[in-house]
C-alpha cells in the first residue's frame, strides 16, 4: 500500500525539518526559529508558516503593490485593537517630540533601521524593549511622517529578509487627522 502524492510530500518536509534541526543541533548545540528558517528550503517555509500569514490577508490589508505592500487606516486599527502588531515609526526622535506618535508604537530611525534589523534579537531586545520582528511576520507595520519614509522602511525591511512587512502611508499626518489627536504639539 503506497502513499499518496500529499502524504508522501508531508512526510519528505517532515524529513527535511527533521534533518535541519539535527544538523543544527549538531554543528552548533543551539535551535531557533531563524535558523531553522535560514536552512529549510522555501517549499517547505511556506508549508509551515503559510497559516500565520494568511489569517491577516483577507481583511486587514490593501490591495498590495509590489513595490511597497501597505495598510490603510482601518486596517492598521483592526491590528492594534487586536494587540498582534509590531508598529514602528521611522522618523527621526525629534520629530516624535514635536509631533508625537501613535500608541504602541516604538521608533526606530529609518537611519538605523537596516542595523537595527541585523542585530542579534537580545540586543534588540536591550536597544527596544521588545522582541526582534520575525522575518514572516507578516505584522510589522512601518511608519512615518507620511508615505515617503515607511515605504522606504519597506523597500529596506524586504531587503534585509522580511518580505512581508507592509507600511501605513497615511501616517502621522492621517492618523492626527483620523483621530481628532492634534497633529503638532504645543
Not at 50 to 61: S, V
Amino acid at each position: 500500500m503506497g502513499l499518496g502524492g500529499v502524504a508522501q510530500s508531508r512526510l519528505v518536509h517532515f524529513f527535511i525539518v527533521l534533518f535541519a534541526i539535527i544538523a543544527l543541533i549538531y554543528y552548533d548545540g543551539r535551535v531557533t526559529q531563524e535558523k531553522i528558517e535560514d536552512v529549510l528550503p522555501c517549499s517547505v517555509r511556506n508549508l509551515l508558516f503559510e497559516d500565520r500569514t494568511q489569517q491577516y490577508d483577507k481583511y486587514l490589508l490593501t490591495e498590495p503593490d509590489p513595490e511597497a505592500p501597505s495598510i490603510d487606516y482601518n486596517g492598521l486599527v483592526a491590528l492594534l485593537e487586536s494587540g498582534d502588531v509590531q508598529l514602528i515609526d521611522v522618523r527621526e526622535p525629534d520629530e516624535l517630540v514635536d509631533f508625537g506618535k501613535i500608541d504602541k508604537s516604538y521608533n526606530i530611525p529609518l537611519s538605523r533601521l537596516k542595523k537595527s534589523l541585523q542585530i542579534h534579537e537580545t540586543n534588540f531586545i536591550e536597544q527596544f524593549g521588545r522582541e526582534k520582528p520575525m522575518k514572516w511576520d507578516i505584522n510589522i507595520i512601518f511608519y512615518g511622517m507620511g508615505p515617503i519614509k515607511s515605504r522606504a522602511a519597506v523597500e529596506l525591511a524586504h531587503k534585509c529578509g522580511y518580505k512581508k512587512a507592509r507600511h501605513y502611508p497615511g501616517g502621522w499626518e492621517e492618523w492626527a487627522e483620523e483621530t481628532g489627536v492634534p497633529f503638532k504639539k504645543c
